[in-house]
């Protein structure tokens, strides 16, 4: 088992930043995949970012050069930094987990946390 913990959400007017930060405990592999979903009011949950335990990350097009996510290897935590946030940033962000491991993968989500951007 994993255990995901974020952390950061909160209400923000258009132009500001946040920072959303996700604790992962427990069963973590070596090989894994950390991500950040959103799900906004009406819409189909989305890739906002991820980043591979080797470092690679991986960005939602439309999200280039305003989100940026990190991640701390010694303590598991990943953070994902919004900046110029706009209203149609609104939405429930989820962290997610990918364990990278055959037959025995596994995949884990966070409760969520809601950001809300105010025009």
Excluded at 30 to 55: D, F, I
Excluded at 59 to 67: T, W
Aim: proline fraction near 2%; charge should be positive.
């Amino acid at each position: 088992q994993v255990q995901l913990v974020e952390s950061g959400g909160g209400l923000v007017q258009a132009g500001g930043s946040l920072r959303l930060s996700c604790a992962a405990s427990g069963n973590i592999f070596r090989s894994n995949t950390m991500g950040w979903y959103r799900r906004a009011p009406g819409k189909q949950r989305e890739l906002v970012a991820s980043v591979h335990s080797g470092g690679a990350t991986n960005y939602a097009e439309s999200l280039k050069g305003r989100f940026t996510i990190s991640k701390d290897n010694t303590t598991n935590t990943m953070y994902l930094q919004m900046n110029s946030l706009k209203p149609e940033d609104t939405a429930v962000y989820y962290c997610h987990i990918f364990n990278w491991g055959g037959v025995s993968s596994s995949d884990y989500w966070g409760q969520g946390t809601q950001v809300t951007v105010s025009s």
